[in-house]
């Protein structure tokens, strides 16, 4: 049982680039979550799904699309990227089964983008 | 939406002594407070969380406090010990909605 993974761990882009975050949970988990992680900021969602199939806006959301095509999946793209979006990204999810509920984190992808 | 604020910054105590960490928040239908502790570099890790419907919760060595009538709720950690150094976060709301965080607290434990 590995809980939540993330692909890649860290990667370096350039003004513009694009690329794909992914996510994995293995959990049967039906809530999944991104956020991103700057200093002295804290976390802030980005983008979360409640079901395969479905996706919303967080907080910060502009600059990023998400999909959710698979259960056990929840992809973070970045269209053409962006300095301002140089940061620590998590991926988290929960059950789904109840208001109240531990999020477990995925281990982060770290950007940095030139 | 949701604002929390998180105090202090950053709290030096010496090891074996008391550590409270503050947060306040704005929603008053926010039901689900967890607190986090981050390691440098790691994932952040869940530690003790409460829900609206208990004042206090204790485990071993850290407890968390709820007042819903003025809108804050508070992390302890007593006896301190150097793997207790870290950035503590809390954050409020839980569900689909995610969660909203306060901006870390970096506790250090002096020898």
């Known amino acids: 049982n590995a809980g939540v993974t993330q692909t890649p761990k860290f990667r370096v882009l350039k003004t513009g680039q694009s690329m794909t975050l992914l996510c994995a949970q293995d959990?049967?988990?039906?809530?999944m979550y991104w956020y991103r992680q700057d200093p002295g900021m804290g976390l802030r969602l980005i983008h979360y799904?409640?079901?395969?199939?479905?996706?919303a806006k967080g907080e910060v959301p502009d600059g990023y699309n998400v999909s959710r095509l698979k259960k056990q999946n929840f992809l973070l793209g970045l269209e053409s990227a962006a300095p301002s979006q140089t940061s620590v990204y998590f991926c988290?999810?929960?059950?789904?089964?109840?208001?109240?509920?531990?999020?477990?984190f995925g281990p982060g992808t770290r950007l940095l983008v030139l | 939406g949701e604002n929390v604020e998180q105090h202090p910054s950053t709290l030096s105590v010496q090891e074996g002594d008391s550590a409270v960490i503050k947060c306040t928040y704005s929603d008053s239908a926010s039901n689900y407070f967890p607190w986090y502790k981050q390691e440098l570099g790691k994932r952040p890790q869940l530690i003790i969380d409460?829900?609206?419907?208990?004042g206090e919760k204790k485990d071993q060595r850290i407890a968390v406090t709820l007042n819903k009538t003025a809108k804050h709720f508070s992390l302890h950690i007593t006896e301190t010990q150097p793997e207790d150094s870290a950035v503590y976060f809390c954050?409020?709301?839980?569900?689909?909605?995610?969660?909203?965080f306060g901006k870390g607290t970096h506790l250090i434990i002096q020898p």
């Open positions: 988290a999810s929960s059950s789904g089964q109840g208001r109240w509920e531990t999020q477990y």
């Open positions: 954050a409020t709301g839980g569900g689909a909605d995610g969660l909203t």
């Open positions: 409460i829900r609206s419907n208990v």
């Open positions: 799904s409640v079901g395969e199939g479905t996706t």
């Open positions: 959990m049967n988990h039906e809530y």
